[in-house]
């Protein structure tokens, strides 16, 4: 096992020209086999609320969610930096209510640092969970919290009004004094110019080459979300089909009597059995 990544080193790989590699992750057994990959980061995100605990969006997601798998994931990773995504609302209602439940996900869940959308709007909320000593991830650009806002999955930053408005919000979450931004599904020459302009790290999840480093949700990258690929993901092995098949497999397997075979089973000494089978157990 490596050295455990730090915000400090997430703040160097830029000075480095490094690409930072971050996945999502939502249980043990997952983190565990990302961590020992080498993967920087591991991001518990609320897009748990979709892919794995089935909801149309990430605003159902509770605190309890989140603390819950979070405390999964930093069971398994050692080495990589683990962050925790703070659920719709959690927020949003002050700056108390914001440090307490940041805390929560450091304290409770185990994770070093928390993200959560927006800019100027929190932007009092992230400088007093900063101020508390919790590290800060931003995410600006298409925010899923926002998704009524939004009318649905849409990229951000095509016109000058919004462009403006996320360089102008990627420049103040720096000066709160976040440790890197997400930006998602903002146009890439314009990801790459917000880049060009920070010197924190940006993290890109549709938001193309030039940031410095990629976000993706590992259930996109396996295939485990069979009627659906977002446009920035890549499928690198497809795990649903192959789960499908397994299954179907296994089904088959057991109506036809071919599995369990005696190898898959355990022995019983024969003459205990004879014993049961004569009642002589009772003597």
Known sequence: MGKKITIVDFKNAKKKDKKLTVLTAYDYPTAKIMDEAGVDAILVGDSLGMVVLGYEDTTKVTMNDMVHHIKAVTRGAKRALVIGDMPFLSYHTGKYESVK???????????????????????????????????????????????????GHKAQGKDLDTAKRILEDALLLQSAGVFSIVLECVPYKLAGYISSRLDIPTISIGSGAECDGQVLVYHDIVGLIREFSPKHAKIYTDMGTGLFETVKQYIAEVENGIFPTKENSYKIDEQILEQLRSGRECE
């Open 101 to 151: 439940n940041a805390g929560r996900l450091v304290s409770e869940g185990g994770c070093t640092a928390v993200k959560l959308e927006g800019g100027a709007a929190v932007i009092e909320d992230i400088k007093a969970i900063i101020s508390a000593g919790i590290p800060v991830m931003g995410h600006l650009g298409y925010t899923p919290q926002s998704i009524h806002v939004f009318g």
